[in-house]
């Protein structure tokens, strides 16, 4: 079973540039998730779905960060414009139904803002 | 707040046994996670502990104290590969929706 797909693996970018990241979960897995992790520090959350609804974007900086996930399947993850604090490796992860709601991650999106 | 508290670095020996603590407010608890990553990788899913006690997976553990808000990871025959970074995560319970809140994770080094 495939895991987390996650493109790409890595972006450099000039400030003030956009930038889109994608996201395919799991097969099945109704809830995604987007971090943002900087370096030695924990994933922090951007935005939770529950299939194609955002259930959780209290983190998402909204003024130059959105998000979608149309059809409840994949999802991009955009910043317009990007700054120089963005730099960071981007996470998505997936989880599907049970009790302990184990999050799988993808292999991140290293981002660099130059 | 909802702070995870953890060592920000550990050093060991192969072959010894290390254990790398994480404490947390116990406002809200809804479980606690411990995932293990490498450098430039996604973090890996080790343990999940929701009640109290001691749950045993191979050479690794997790224990949970609900009251005082303590958890440890048991790293046992430590092996080289076993050098990465440990993340502490608790999920607080958050209305309609469950917050993972992630520490800042402890750096380990296993030598030789």
């Known amino acids: 079973e495939a895991g987390v797909v996650q493109s790409p693996r890595y972006k450099i970018i000039e400030k003030k540039q956009p930038v889109a990241f994608w996201c395919n979960p799991i097969?099945?897995?109704?809830?995604l998730y987007w971090y943002r992790q900087n370096l030695g520090q924990g994933p922090e959350l951007l935005i939770r779905?529950?299939?194609?609804?955002?259930?959780?974007d209290s983190q998402l900086p909204k003024d130059r960060f959105s998000a979608e996930r149309l059809k409840g399947v994949d999802s991009t993850l955009k910043i317009q414009p990007a700054e120089l604090g963005d730099s960071a490796v981007y996470l998505c992860?997936?989880?599907?139904?049970?009790?302990?709601?184990?999050?799988?991650f993808g292999p991140g999106t290293r981002l660099t803002v130059l | 707040g909802q702070n995870i508290d953890q060592p920000t670095e550990m050093t060991a020996t192969e072959g010894a046994i290390v254990q790398i603590n994480c404490t947390y407010q116990?406002?809200?608890?809804?479980?606690l996670f411990w995932y293990q990553q490498h450098a430039g990788e996604a973090p890996t899913f080790l343990s999940y502990?929701?009640?109290?006690g001691l749950e045993e997976k191979g050479r690794f553990s997790s224990f949970l104290s609900r009251s005082k808000g303590y958890s440890y990871l048991l790293l046992k025959e430590l092996q080289m590969k076993d050098s990465a970074s440990y993340l502490c995560?608790?999920?607080?319970?958050?209305?309609?929706?469950?917050?993972?809140?992630f520490g800042t994770g402890t750096l380990l080094a296993v030598q030789p």
């Open positions: 992860a997936s989880a599907g139904q049970g009790a302990s709601n184990e999050q799988f």
């Open positions: 097969s099945g897995h109704n809830t």
């Open positions: 779905y529950e299939n194609e609804e955002a259930v959780d």
């Open positions: 116990t406002s809200g608890f809804n479980g």
């Open positions: 502990n929701v009640l109290d």
């Open positions: 995560a608790v999920r607080f319970y958050g209305g309609a929706t469950n917050k993972l809140i």
